[in-house]
């Protein structure tokens, strides 16, 4: 009875979680907001601080993880060296100013709540990064994703996921009590060597063997395959010490140079985009509100300083590409919130004790609140500031074209 009893349960919240998703998200669409933020309302709306229609939250955020994973996956098969050469100059030049300005000049109010120097620099590392499914998904909606701001913000976002790598490989560092006695020399090159060995057997080994299932096997099988290397790969990275996260990005990067690419990207979006819906959908749930009530000086004063201080820079560097005002504007706004891999870094940090609960949750409801007031504050300045080019049809890649990239650099040149 008991097992029947649950079954009902599961059944019941799959229930709202669809009734949600399908009310919601559509509304959101409607009025240009993307299906992102419409995920994180929905959220909320069932979540413990709306109307407590959920109960196994921890579960769903367990399971909600793998569209992350896939997500990181996905943004690995788009970095390959000839694509980071050809974007050198949005990706290499925007992007370490944008995220080294940016996480220099956050660490001035985070140093206010006398944190551990390398606490308070993971912290602001990963404020600095936005959020690319967001981002992505209001360009598609606005069908700007090919202007001058926005290729220039999918530079930066490139950059931002090639950092992701370091930012989630420091945290075992951090995790010790000291940092003079933090990784021996040994673990650090076995980490080291078990990056490239998971490298080279991605190249030489997994790839051609995918490579052979594409061809003898059916479409099921290559599918199977393709989440087995995404995951088997995640779950290797766990068990040596370091995130799930980290090895879902590098087997994207190994196979991204493989004749599979598109078949693989074509195969895994459908699971990615279903699992990202229900991870945003948990961060909403996850959103704890009396934090708002408790704490609400902190968290107005920490979300205004993430956007003014992320936005001020987003402008120089608008400013240094040459942007028209309307674009610099969007570019500001549009980046100048928080992103998903906050909730996946510092849920890590929490995990290895580098992160106390409560500044866990202040600084998961800021991240929260700043992707919100962003796509909503740029949804207004869409309607307010009229643009000057005709609209073009949004390439579905989440890197930008190449050969518009080329012909922007020989005119610079």
């Not at 907001?33 to 709306?45: N, R, S, V």
């Not at 063997?209 to 059916?218: P, V």
């Amino acid at each position: 009875m008991k097992q029947v009893e649950n079954n009902h349960i599961i059944l019941e919240e799959t229930l709202y979680f669809l009734v949600a998703a399908v009310t919601i998200v559509p509304l959101f669409r409607l009025v240009k907001l993307g299906p992102i933020l419409g995920f994180l309302i929905a959220g909320i709306t069932i979540g413990p601080w709306g109307l407590g229609l959920i109960n196994e939250l921890q579960a769903i955020l367990n399971f909600a993880e793998f569209g992350v994973i896939l997500l990181l996956f996905l943004i690995g098969l788009e970095i390959t060296p000839a694509r980071l050469s050809l974007l050198k100059r949005k990706v290499f030049f925007y992007g370490p100013i944008q995220v080294f300005a940016s996480a220099a000049l956050l660490h001035i109010p985070l140093y206010f709540f006398n944190l551990p120097f390398h606490t308070t620099l993971l912290i602001s590392l990963t404020l600095s990064l936005s959020s690319t499914a967001l981002i992505i998904s209001l360009l598609e909606e606005t069908k700007t994703i090919t202007q001058s701001h926005g290729q220039v913000s999918l530079g930066i976002l490139l950059f931002q996921d090639l950092m992701v790598i370091p930012i989630i490989l420091a945290i075992p560092f951090l995790s010790t009590d000291s940092l003079s006695v933090s990784l021996s020399l040994t673990q650090v090159l076995f980490f080291i060597g078990s990056l490239l060995t998971l490298t080279l057997s991605g190249i030489y080994l997994i790839r051609p063997i995918l490579t052979y299932l594409s061809k003898t096997q059916g479409h099921e099988i290559f599918i199977s395959s393709c989440l087995l290397v995404v995951l088997g790969t995640s779950f290797l990275m766990h068990k040596i010490g370091l995130t799930m996260s980290l090895g879902a990005l590098i087997s994207g990067m190994f196979l991204a140079k493989s004749s599979l690419k598109q078949e693989i990207e074509k195969s895994l979006t459908p699971f990615k985009s279903l699992l990202m819906g229900l991870f945003f959908m948990g961060i909403g749930m996850e959103l704890n509100l009396s934090i708002i009530a408790t704490t609400p000086l902190t968290i107005f004063l920490l979300t205004t300083g993430l956007l003014l201080i992320k936005g001020t820079v987003l402008a120089i560097i608008g400013k240094l590409g040459s942007l028209d005002y309307d674009k610099l504007i969007k570019l500001s706004i549009m980046m100048g919130g928080g992103g998903e891999f906050a909730f996946v870094i510092f849920t890590t940090a929490l995990k290895g004790e580098v992160l106390a609960a409560n500044i866990y949750n202040i600084l998961l409801t800021v991240v929260t609140i700043s992707m919100i007031f962003s796509a909503i504050i740029l949804n207004i300045s869409n309607y307010i500031l009229k643009p000057k080019n005709s609209l073009i049809q949004a390439p579905l890649s989440i890197v930008p074209d190449l050969t518009e990239e080329k012909t922007e650099d020989k005119k610079a040149a």
